[in-house]
């Protein structure tokens, strides 16, 4: 189901919006740590963070390890594993892993 996200930062005492992406990269680079770039890739891509995977009763899966969302650092930022919910109709709703590679430049 779409929904319309704005984000907002905390900069010098007040809150300003975060129009674009050029306003996104702006307040969050350089990216210093992998929890920074968790955070900036998160609001940059709508994508989601998954923790404690377990396998249910009744889903249907197509590999045999489920991988808990993580950071790697990489020589020129970071590579994230992130998740991609579809939901669409009636079904069925699939959820995809995403790895996406951020720079320190966001």
Request: proline content about 5%.
């Amino acid at each position: 189901m779409p929904v319309y996200v704005r984000y907002a930062v905390h900069q010098e005492g007040q809150f300003e919006p975060v129009v674009d992406q050029a306003a996104l990269r702006a307040a969050y680079t350089p990216i210093d740590s992998p929890e920074e770039a968790l955070r900036y890739t998160l609001a940059a891509t709508g994508l989601g963070a998954y923790y404690d995977l377990q396998r249910e009763l009744g889903y249907r899966y197509f590999v045999d390890r489920l991988e808990d969302t993580h950071v790697v650092e990489t020589g020129d930022g970071y590579e994230i594993n992130l998740y991609h919910y579809l939901v669409c109709g009636c079904g069925p709703h699939t959820t995809s892993i995403v790895n996406v590679q951020v720079s320190r430049e966001g």
